[in-house]
């Protein structure tokens, strides 16, 4: 098959056994290395993505998608806003809410977010109802002051189903002696585990109409949360929902509401591709020397294709080939090697717990069973081209060397 005269030569330099062996020794190294490289980032951002999708889920799976809120003021025609979204074919679920800062004592004072909620709606926006570990969520009858609380907050509460805690609010209400803070006292009916630990350790959920009772709200809310088919969409559709309701609302997705969380996040996963890139270019800078003492072996190959009419031009391409496709080589190991080593990642765990007889990510501090890993295709991409790129510059100054060469000095001592 008929090739261009510098991909054919830089093929056959390729293949061909070289008089040097530790040329090629440098040049399995450039390729180990550059293919380790790609292995270690493919596999690291996966489990870095994997771990943000957890917690992103975990948190997703008790907090909404997008919330419409009153600003500055309870939200009164709630029960519209709710028709409103449903009317809306992106909505999955509309529900009113209540939330509150509190003081929650039982054996011991803890500070929690206080939500309430209307228990036949919730299950709609959260997965609270499938979280309950103790009692049900619906026994959160209106009525019957009963109070559901995280696993880790009735831990540090030190109470348990059917005890009695006093929730502190820190609103006043006039009395004849002056102000005095609002507090009642509620009956824990169950316990949820989230997996998360901000809610469980930070929330407690009581019924809807308790909570407005107890703060004199009427029938006011503080806003109606919303659950989407697709939460990247959240905050047009709170928005959009907002416009239709016409009034001063707040409205917030998410994103906003957690934005430090997944910056954070983001940060530490761009830090360590930026880290673990080094391997990369270790491979590289080992792909430099490799191919600058190939052109020093080829001096005298060089020189004869030269005088056979060959020019500085193809000369450079002639290398660039060669050491483009070594570069291919080490990208190509690396993709293989980084898909199988994600998709088998647990299985290596377990086997690494099993014959040492270590627990490496305990679920009571991890609250994962094993190592989540989310593969992104995009991700891999951008692996993939940095290293081909990489190994493309570290071509261009050998090559341009060996282009460079003088066939009269390079054949005078031949």
Known sequence: MFKPIPVAIGLRYLRAKRRNGFISFISLASILG????????????????????EIRDRMLGMAAHATVSGYGEPLQDWRRAVQVAMNDARVVGAAPYVEKEALISGANNQPAMLRAVDPEQEGKVSELPAK????????????????VLGKELAIWLGVGVGDDVIVTLAEFRSTPVGGVQTMKRFKVSGIFEAGYNEFDKGLAVVNLSDLQRVLRMGDGVTGVRLKLHD??????VARDLALQLKGPYRVSDWTQDNANLFRALKMEKTVMAILLSLIVAMGAFNLVSSQVMLVTDKQAD???????????????RTFMVQGGLIGFIGTVAGVIGGVTLTLNLNRILQGIEQLFGVQLLPEDVYYITGLPTDMQAGDVVAIVC?????????????????????????????
Do not use: C, H
Not at 302 to 316: C, D, K, S, W
């Open 386 to 414: 940095a290293a081909l790129l990489m190994a493309f510059l570290a071509t261009l100054y050998p090559a341009w060397r060996a282009s460079r060469t003088a066939p009269a000095e390079a054949l005078r001592y031949e």
């Open 34 to 53: 550059i293919a380790l490289g790609v292995t270690a980032l493919i596999t690291t951002l996966a489990v870095m993505s994997g771990f943000q999708k």
């Open 302 to 316: 060089i020189a004869i294709l030269r005088t056979l009419g060959l020019t500085p031009g193809q000369v450079m």
């Open 132 to 147: 309950m570990v103790q009692g049900r969520i619906a026994d959160l009858a209106p009525g019957s002051f009963n109070i």
């Open 231 to 236: 939460m990247a969409r959240a905050f047009e």
